[in-house]
């Protein structure tokens, strides 16, 4: 990959990853959050493997696969899961990327203790202000009252960003030599599983054929489950797990704004501001050395 393109990819994936938040909610009408899930997975399953298999990809080792499995389970069954289930319970858009975009923080800490992975003064110092940005999206939607909250809702949005954490510390610390197709792939068929099975003791409601759930389906198949998630396994293949996490910092508040746009979701001022603070965040964080 070129220099530009590779300094490109984090905020193609920034901008790429927010819409998730708003598939989530399209996606949530007309299907079972769970159901939604396993067949979206299960799809880009089959769509890695049948592009890894036809390119001759390498293949994964057995410890390879296994760990891809429980990064998996973390990133996408416990993560997603965990999202799409607050927002079917009445959670705003919005506040669930704001929610979901706080485990940089824990993910910075965690990698510090366990991988062993230093960040520089002014990379505290970014996700410090990535942090402080999201608060300030957090406040301007306190402020609009647009906020109904249940305590379901919140433990979901809660749980999913431990996953996200625990899968991408996995990740960085048994991925890097794994094979970015078949290991995607292999991340997908577990989740898709996992998550069938959640669906059966959740009693989803099953996943109704009408042209909003299919487009949301496609996008997040082809644009979250396939475009973006390879892109961020590429970073973390080449980046800190602190630094490729920070990127989330970005994506609530750009939620916020889509979600604004799309539903009528009141943004205010703060918004905008948290947004520019969280853009300097992750600006600090990504800097190279010198």
Same mark, same amino acid.
């Given at each position: 990959?070129?220099?530009?393109?590779?300094?490109?990819?984090?905020?193609?994936?920034?901008?790429?990853?927010?819409?998730?938040?708003?598939?989530?909610?399209?996606?949530?009408?007309?299907?079972?959050?769970?159901?939604?899930?396993?067949?979206?997975?299960?799809?880009?399953?089959?769509?890695?493997?049948?592009?890894?298999?036809?390119?001759? $990809?390498?293949?994964?080792?057995?410890?390879?696969?296994?760990?891809?499995?429980? $990064?998996?389970?973390?990133?996408?069954?416990?993560?997603?899961?965990?999202?799409?289930?607050?927002? $079917?319970?009445?959670?705003?858009?919005?506040?669930?990327?704001?929610?979901?975009?706080?485990?940089?923080?824990?993910?910075?800490?965690?990698?510090?203790?366990?991988?062993?992975?230093?960040?520089?003064?002014?990379?505290?110092?970014?996700?410090?202000?990535?942090?402080?940005?999201?608060?300030?999206?957090?406040?301007?939607?306190?402020?609009?009252?647009?906020?109904?909250?249940?305590?379901?809702?919140?433990?979901?949005?809660?749980?999913?960003?431990?996953?996200?954490?625990?899968?991408?510390?996995?990740?960085?610390?048994?991925?890097?030599?794994?094979?970015?197709?078949?290991?995607?792939?292999?991340?997908?068929?577990?989740?898709?599983?996992?998550?069938?099975?959640?669906?059966?003791?959740?009693?989803?409601?099953?996943?109704?054929?009408?042209?909003?759930?299919?487009?949301?389906?496609?996008?997040?198949?082809?644009?979250?489950?396939?475009?973006?998630?390879?892109?961020?396994?590429?970073?973390?293949?080449?980046?800190?797990?602190?630094?490729?996490?920070?990127?989330?910092?970005?994506?609530?508040?750009?939620?916020?704004?889509?979600?604004?746009?799309?539903?009528?979701?009141?943004?205010?001022?703060?918004?905008?501001?948290?947004?520019?603070?969280?853009?300097?965040?992750?600006?600090?964080?990504?800097?190279?050395?010198?």
């Amino acid at each position: 990959m070129s220099t530009g393109a590779a300094a490109a990819a984090p905020w193609l994936f920034v901008v790429l990853w927010s819409t998730g938040f708003v598939v989530a909610r399209y996606g949530t009408e007309d299907a079972g959050p769970l159901t939604f899930l396993a067949i979206r997975l299960a799809i880009a399953a089959l769509v890695l493997g049948g592009i890894a298999a036809a390119t001759g $990809s390498e293949r994964p080792t057995r410890r390879q696969a296994v760990a891809a499995g429980v $990064s998996g389970l973390g990133m996408h069954a416990v993560y997603l899961g965990g999202v799409f289930l607050a927002i $079917s319970w009445g959670m705003p858009s919005g506040i669930g990327a704001l929610i979901a975009g706080l485990h940089p923080v824990i993910t910075a800490v965690a990698a510090r203790w366990l991988l062993h992975e230093r960040l520089r003064r002014v990379q505290w110092a970014g996700v410090a202000l990535g942090f402080a940005g999201v608060i300030v999206v957090v406040v301007d939607r306190l402020l609009a009252k647009s906020v109904g909250l249940t305590l379901g809702a919140l433990l979901a949005a809660g749980l999913s960003v431990l996953g996200m954490s625990a899968g991408t510390l996995v990740q960085r610390r048994h991925g890097n030599s794994t094979p970015l197709l078949w290991g995607t792939a292999t991340q997908y068929l577990v989740s898709s599983v996992a998550l069938g099975l959640a669906a059966t003791l959740h009693a989803d409601e099953g996943f109704t054929p009408t042209a909003r759930s299919l487009f949301a389906l496609a996008w997040a198949v082809v644009v979250l489950s396939i475009a973006a998630v390879l892109i961020m396994l590429w970073l973390l293949q080449r980046e800190a797990a602190a630094k490729v996490s920070s990127l989330f910092f970005l994506t609530p508040a750009l939620s916020a704004i889509e979600g604004a746009i799309l539903f009528g979701e009141q943004l205010g001022p703060l918004a905008l501001i948290g947004l520019a603070i969280a853009l300097a965040g992750v600006a600090l964080t990504l800097r190279p050395a010198r």
